[in-house]
């Protein structure tokens, strides 16, 4: 196990999103993030490992409270720049029980034990004076510093910060963490290793194995949404009917416990892909409000996901039927029509029909004389590419989030509309997949091989590494 990593202290007035820079840069939501002042009353260690090794670590820290008594502590008795440090550690001694200095004394442990400073501040708001005894502590304290400027509100004061903290601080840099994505990040580590010589082979080795990681779950997703596509496309639901033939309430049935069963691999696989990207909290039975109420059979989905009735037509005739004749299940459940989809011209004048048929339904006899009634695997041209794309929009948006942005996943048109084309021999190639995975046959290991590569190849242009 590594156990020479680096190891920094992120301290600074309360409010200024140390929490957040922590949670972000150790891909952690643990972290608890509240714009109550005082949320953080305690130091707590949050180490970044990967398959094992500690690659760094974080410490979140209260803010400070009373930075000018406790300076003004240090200063009296004078002594030389080399014994500051000390000062500052006797400081700790005499009061660790005190509860006036309580925050002092948790931020200020962890960097006498050998932490780097990261001190964090609101570029938002006007640089004061009351600032600088908190960053003449710091300076007391022997250890590598830095400062990051957070913008939290709209305004900018950063030139102004940007002056008053080079004074006091090594490197100086400006970072959001409710908006860094993986080349900010790794350009906040790039600087992070420099603070300190001992630290710089640690840090280096750390972005390295972070940029292996990040592929690697890219890696992990397509593979998820392969899984998903196979699953959610050759899915099949029985319904014991007894010996006659099926009623239009059986029917019903069992047309919505299709659509829950198609809804419920969809959510499965999404706190799948979340978990991946160590969003561990967007647990499954959360994932209804992913996308505000626009559920995978929704007109609204229809239109923002799939494809537009040209592109249809001709990914239709492209590939011809998903499937066979049979008799087709439609959406509402009760309106069923005879399916004789034969053919590139057939295919796809049945796909311009867009959602007036979903799967196909079958009355099955048995030995025993007690039929069953089937519905799937999946017979709809358009569903495939509405769950394709939005398990791809949905896997960008959990990859490029950090940790510290807690809100819901929103569909922002904007976004949906440079949703990012797919060339069309990948079309074609991933249409004859939903062939196979809608053929009723069990899905072999190299055709989910196949379309996890594709999806693996778009994923690489759409999510940095």
């Known amino acids: 196990m590594n156990t020479a990593y680096a190891k920094f202290a992120v301290v600074g007035h309360p409010n200024k999103g ?35 090794e500690t690659l760094y670590e974080l410490y979140d820290t209260p803010g400070f409270q009373r930075a000018r008594a406790v300076l003004e502590w240090l200063r009296r008795e004078p002594v030389s720049a080399d014994k500051k440090p000390e000062r500052v550690r006797q400081f700790i001694h005499a009061h660790r029980r005190d509860p006036r200095f309580a925050d002092e004394i948790e931020l200020l442990e962890p960097v006498m034990n050998g932490a780097g400073v990261v001190y964090v501040v609101d570029g938002s708001k006007p640089y004061g004076s009351e600032y600088e005894a908190e960053m003449e502590i710091l300076r007391w304290t022997g250890q590598p510093t830095m400062a990051l400027i957070n913008l939290i509100g ?33 350009a906040l580590l790039e ?27 890219i890696d992990d997703s397509a593979a998820q949404i392969a899984e998903l596509m196979a699953g959610a496309l050759g899915h099949i639901e029985t319904m014991g009917i007894g010996t006659g033939s099926a009623t239009k309430t059986q ?35 959360e994932q209804s409000a992913v996308f505000e109420g626009i559920d995978l059979f929704s007109k609204q989905s229809e239109s923002l996901f799939g494809l537009g009735k040209k592109e249809l037509i001709l990914t239709g005739a492209l590939s011809g039927a998903l499937g066979g004749s049979g008799i087709d299940l439609a959406l509402g459940g009760s309106s069923l029509m005879l399916g004789s989809a034969l053919g590139a011209v057939t295919g796809g004048a049945g796909a311009a029909l867009g959602f007036g048929k979903l799967a196909r339904l079958q009355v099955l006899g048995r ?25 791809l929009y949905f896997t960008r948006e959990v990859a490029n989030r950090p940790h510290a942005d807690r809100r819901r996943i929103r569909l922002e048109h904007e976004l949906l509309s440079r ?24 899905v072999k290991k190299e055709f989910l091989q196949q379309y996890a590569e594709h999806i693996r190849q778009i994923l690489l242009e759409q999510i940095p590494h």
């Open 367 to 391: 030995t025993l004389g007690s039929n069953t009634l089937q519905a799937g695997p999946l017979q709809d041209r358009n569903v495939p590419h509405i769950l394709l794309r939005r398990a």
């Open 18 to 52: 140390k929490s957040s820079i922590v949670s972000t840069l150790a891909f952690d939501e643990s972290v608890a993030i509240s714009p109550v002042p005082g949320t953080t009353t305690r130091q707590r260690a949050y180490p970044l490992r990967i398959d094992g």
């Open 251 to 285: 029917k019903e049935r069992i047309a919505k416990r299709y659509r829950e069963a198609l809804r419920r691999i969809e959510k499965e696989a999404y706190a799948r892909i979340a978990q991946t990207w160590n969003h561990r909290r967007l647990e499954p039975q």
């Open 191 to 217: 600087s992070m290793a420099q603070l300190k010589e001992a630290w710089t082979a640690p840090v280096k080795h750390a972005i390295g194995i972070f940029e292996r990681y990040q592929r690697r779950k």
């Open 154 to 186: 709209d305004e900018d004061y950063v030139e102004n910060w940007e002056r008053a903290l080079g004074q006091y601080f090594r490197m100086v840099r400006v970072f959001n963490p409710m908006k860094a994505g993986f080349a900010q990040m790794t």
């Open 419 to 442: 949703r990012g084309e797919i060339d069309a021999d990948t079309k074609k190639a991933l249409e004859k997949l939903h062939r196979k995975f809608a053929s009723g046959h069990p």
